[in-house]
Structures are given as C-alpha cells and as structure tokens.
C-alpha cells in the first residue's frame, strides 16, 4: 500500500514534514514573541506562509487584512508605553472615516522610531488613558490638530451620540489642559457640537 496523504509521503521520502499552524496565528496579526513562544521556529515565518506587516509583527499570507486587523497589528509594534490616539483610536470604535493609515500612537518620552505606516506622537505628559489607548474624547483633541472643521464637527457629535465621550469629560479635559496640542481647536467648535447626529454625513 502506499502513503494517501501528504504528510505520510514527506516521511517516506525523508522530506520533513509540514508544519501545522494553530488557528490563532492564521486569523489576524500577531507578534513574532507569541509565535516563538507556542513553539514555533521563525524560519516558518520566513516561509511563503506569512507576510510581515510591521517589524515583529506578521499576518498569514493569504488574509485579508482589515481595518481592525491594521490596527491591531500597529499595536503589537508599539513598544508597551506607546498608547493608540488621535484618529486610530477613533477608528477602533468603529468610526469608518478616510484611510486607516497613517496609525497614530504617543508616548510620554523622547523615544523616535521611524516604521512606514506609523506615527509616533510624543508629549511632556500622557493624555487620559483606559485600556485601549488614550480615552476617546483625548484622542478627539489630537484629531482636531489637524482636521478640518467639518471633519472634527461631525466625529465629535459621532462620539457623543455613542456615549464614547461626554461634553462634560471634553471641557473638563481641555480645561485642565489647556496648553495641550488641539486644546484651542476644540474650544473654538465646544459650542457647535451636538449629541443628536447618529453618522458622519448627518
């Protein structure tokens, strides 16, 4: 009888036989350390198999990356003080506004570091944080920076009808900080925002 399945065939060719992946490294991006630390060799990653996204951070070949899935992978790059804000930490909400790209990121340091993709904030002090990133009405004040009145009107009254942020928590924030990046923005447009708008183009 001969071998009926490929694996059975590797051995009795004396070819070495194919790695099975565990679901989790097939379903979105992960990092090499968590790869190494199931057991797997980074010669695999090497393979035709995966693809890297960023530094460390690899994808199966053949997924499709989404939204989430870029942001994600953003994530496992930043070193563990790098705190998601501005527009990508609006966009883990569920916010589907421009490009998801460039990823925004700070961190309460000098530290540069220079990824295609990626922009990495620095400040004197860290903005309000929850477990994702910064809280949402402290990235709202990164993204007024540099969005346009219109842009920052419309996902401004998107976070609060969500219950994402509250006028409350924002004129606290910028009251409290009022030297921070986007302070001045948002008081110009406080008054304009309202909680009624359900989308963007609303």
């Known amino acids: 009888m001969f071998p009926t399945d490929l694996g059975a065939w590797r051995v009795c060719w004396g070819m070495p036989r194919r790695h099975e992946i565990a679901p989790q490294f097939l379903a979105g991006p992960f990092s090499t350390a968590k790869f190494v630390e199931q057991g797997y060799s980074t010669k695999i990653l090497r393979g035709q198999r995966f693809r890297r996204v960023y530094p460390r951070v690899w994808v199966a070949a053949e997924h499709p990356m989404t939204a989430a899935d ?9 070193p563990p ?13 569920g916010l589907v506004l421009g490009s998801v790209t460039p990823l925004h990121f700070v961190v309460e340091s000098d530290l540069h570091i220079d990824i295609a993709g990626i922009v990495l904030h620095r400040t004197v002090a860290m903005p309000p944080t929850d477990a994702v990133g910064v809280t ?12 346009s009145l219109i842009d920052a009107i419309a996902v401004g009254d998107w976070l609060l009808h969500r219950g994402h942020m509250s006028r409350h928590e924002l004129h606290e924030l910028i009251s409290d900080q009022p030297w921070r990046a986007g302070a001045r923005e ?3 447009l406080f008054n304009k925002l309202v909680q009624r708008s359900r989308s963007i183009p609303e």
């Open 70 to 78: 870029t942001i994600e992978a953003g994530r496992l790059c930043m």
């Open 81 to 93: 003080p790098a705190r998601m804000t501005d527009i990508t930490r609006i966009q883990s909400l």
């Open 136 to 147: 949402p009405a402290a990235a709202f004040v990164a993204f007024c920076t540099h969005a």
């Open 186 to 188: 948002v008081r110009y």
